[in-house]
């Protein structure tokens, strides 16, 4: 392989940055609806939450052990720290920019952020009652002295703090009041409509309502000075007790230790006295690097509170998933159709609940189906796949189900879930030490005459009915007996002992999945030597694994074209002369969360749609070729295959939502033509529609 004299991989956290500005830049488009802007705006900052959590987390744990490289460009984390919180200042302030210019648009349209000064005398009167009826009883004043010690700051939580003067004796105290995370963020002082006229909000921010009656907390004493500040605690938490006898103990032993993990990012407002920040620096023990000045909110994410106005015409036009068009014969059980065909579904414009939610339900209540088995990684909150699961149970069939512990901040709801579906009777499997369970499947096993058939699904995202209304999946549904004795294989995997490792059908992560994608690329080279049409599409959240990107930068130097559908970070360079220039990198950023995975390999076909088609859970990236339990399977039917060809396409060819990655990692949108349409996002919420109705 020809070598650089620079590295041939980009930053992986500085790419993720790099696409965390393309969120914010759905924040400032004028073609995004203005309460859809708002909402991107929540996204980038909850996105940035995470990223300090997990990965700023993680460089000041290995600044701290000394390590002197890390990442594929081997750059020292302390150089990286640095680099980040350059590239993160700006960020703040073009946030802010966007915000004061959405706020301004808003308030064009009867939506007004008002401070306390702005409110009329009968609003104030009007806030101070909500004031003394509704948040007063839950505050809880935290002063620090020598018989208070200064109190534990929840991660994220947003606090006052407060220097308060003794008004005979000039002593001086601090105090801590928590904004309580259970009431609204945004108080609406008074709502006006009348005839011909549009709905008028008036909002206050609940951080400034108690600000403005702090002396109702410290009455007689001086208010001398508030400054709002949030904290923000470490998810990389790499060590546990010793003692942990199993994988839920050492799961809820995680949980308590990210609680009071090391802070690794103190934003504040303005500090009028130098002597609340200093005081808080020396108390949290906090460096320069941890500082981070906020204009404008300390939290954004209680934005969704303003999303959430009823402003119809400043939202995108309401979108409802279509039935997929092979399931639409009600006459028809979903085993029977299943049987004839493999069925491809894409959500969010085709239904989660008459596809995945139908197959559980009609599992239930076939007294031929003597067993379920399912891997849950992300379920969310109230997912009707648990009570149905329950209720499987309860008919006596055998359920199994594999629960992920450790899906990052979802942990405690997993092990709430693990706990109910046990006490229900359903055999509940915590996965394998030192592998998480990605992976997305369903195992329906029925007794058909003397033998048993095999119903599987394998898909691409979480089984979450709500964000299969926000993010791009795909779900493959079969019958092949193949796929059904393999992913059966899969279960025991995950549940026993099995060491299986031949799998001719699925690829399976840890097992067969990195060497089978990595003969795919060297066999297109092939192809491409010797009839010219090398070709490769593939489609992911990520791409960080060196390996797979040295073998693409090899098949691009033999000519084969690969085109790679990356939403997040990509490590790999691109259009670099002799060395990448056949590799071309594409993001789409729009409504909906692109997350589903399709690898495309053309291997010698002369028609494209002859090449092999794969779907399923795995990003390219090291944990989940390495670390993860991950299954992505074979799409046979034609129909599916001309589906998934037809998005591909349609993704990479699209001018309006999609970027270009360049050599030097720098993304540009591209610019639409007069013909475009709003983008390839309400494109294929036409399309399907059409194709439900066999148009």
Not at 310 to 339: Q, T
Not at 381 to 405: D, M, S, T, W
Not at 410 to 434: C, F, K, P, Q, W
Not at 523 to 537: A, C, D, L, R, V
Request: charged share 25%; proline share 4%; aromatic share 10%.
């Amino acid at each position: 392989m020809t070598r650089l004299d620079s590295s041939p991989y980009f930053n992986r956290d500085l790419s993720w940055l790099k696409f965390n500005e393309r969120v914010l830049y759905q924040a400032q488009d004028a073609r995004v609806p203005l309460l859809e802007r708002i909402r991107f705006l929540a996204i980038f900052s909850s996105n940035l939450d995470e990223f300090f959590m997990k990965r700023v987390g993680y460089l000041k744990r290995v600044v701290g052990r000394s390590v002197p490289q890390v990442g594929a460009d081997l750059l020292p984390p302390e150089m990286l720290l640095t680099e980040i919180r350059q590239v993160v200042l700006r960020q703040i302030q073009a946030r802010q920019y966007c915000y004061e210019k959405n706020q301004a648009e808003l308030t064009k349209n009867g939506v007004h952020f008002l401070k306390w000064s702005d409110l009329t005398e009968d609003e104030k009167k009007s806030a101070k009652g909500y004031f003394h009826s509704k948040v007063f009883p839950i505050l809880t004043p935290l002063a620090v002295d020598k018989a208070h010690p200064f109190p534990f700051l929840s991660n994220l939580s947003i606090s006052l703090g407060i220097v308060l003067t003794h008004p005979q004796k000039g002593e001086t105290f601090f105090a801590r009041v928590k904004i309580p995370d259970v009431l609204p963020q945004w108080i609406q002082i008074n709502a006006t409509s009348g005839a011909g006229l549009a709905k008028t909000y008036r909002l206050i921010r609940l951080v400034d309502l108690i600000s403005e009656n702090l002396e109702e907390l410290f009455p007689e004493m001086i208010v001398k000075s508030v400054m709002p500040f949030r904290v923000t605690r470490s998810a990389d938490i790499s060590e546990t007790s010793d003692d942990v006898e199993d994988r839920l103990d050492m799961v809820e032993e995680e949980l308590r230790l990210r609680r009071i993990a090391r802070i690794v990012r103190f934003e504040h407002g303005k500090a009028n006295d130098s002597s609340i920040f200093q005081f808080l620096r020396d108390e949290l023990e906090l460096t320069p690097s941890d500082l981070f000045e906020i204009p404008g909110e300390i939290s954004y994410n209680c934005l969704n509170e303003i999303v959430s106005l009823n402003i119809v015409e400043h939202r995108y036009v309401p979108h409802i998933p279509v039935r997929p068009a092979a399931l639409l014969d009600d006459g028809r059980d979903i085993f029977s159709i299943i049987r004839e065909k493999d069925i491809l579904v894409h959500y969010p414009y085709e239904s989660f609940h008459d596809s995945v939610e139908r197959f559980i339900i009609e599992s239930i209540k076939d007294p031929n189906v003597l067993a379920i088995k399912i891997s849950l990684y992300r379920a969310g909150e109230n997912n009707p796949i648990i009570p149905l699961l329950i209720r499987a149970a309860e008919k006596g069939k055998q359920v199994v189900c594999v629960i992920e512990l450790k899906a990052r901040f979802d942990e405690a709801r997993n092990i709430y879930l693990s706990e109910t579906l046990e006490g229900a009777g359903v055999h509940v499997v915590y996965g394998i030490m030192g592998k998480k369970i990605h992976s997305k499947t369903i195992l329906v096993i029925r007794k058909e005459g003397d033998t048993y058939r095999y119903y599987s699904h394998i898909g691409t995202g979480n089984y979450n009915s709500n964000t299969s209304k926000l993010y791009t999946d795909l779900s493959v549904f079969t019958a092949d007996k193949r796929i059904g004795n393999e992913l059966i294989e899969v279960f025991n995997f995950l549940t026993g002992l099995s060491l299986k490792k031949s799998y001719s059908k699925l690829l399976v992560a840890p097992v067969n999945m990195r060497k089978q994608f990595l003969q795919y690329i060297k066999k297109e080279i092939e192809f491409q030597k010797t009839q010219g049409s090398g070709q490769i599409i593939a489609k992911m959240n990520s791409l960080e694994d060196q390996e797979i990107c040295d073998a693409l930068y090899v098949a691009s130097q033999a000519g084969v074209q690969i085109d790679l559908i990356v939403r997040g970070f990509c490590i790999l360079r691109p259009k670099i002369k002799n060395f990448s220039e056949n590799i071309r990198v594409v993001s789409v950023i729009g409504r909906f969360l692109e997350h589903s995975r399709i690898f495309y390999f053309r291997r010698g076909a002369q028609d494209p749609l002859e090449g092999k088609f794969y779907v399923g859970s795995a990003d390219w990236m090291y944990r989940n070729l390495n670390n993860r339990i991950e299954v992505i399977a074979p799409v046979e039917n034609q129909l599916s295959r001309e589906q998934l060809w037809f998005v591909l396409q349609k993704l990479l060819n699209d001018n309006v939502q999609t970027w270009d990655l360049d050599s030097q990692g720098e993304y540009v949108l591209r610019k639409p033509q007069k013909t475009d349409s709003k983008g390839v996002h309400e494109e294929l919420i036409k399309y399907y529609a059409g194709f439900s109705h066999g148009q």
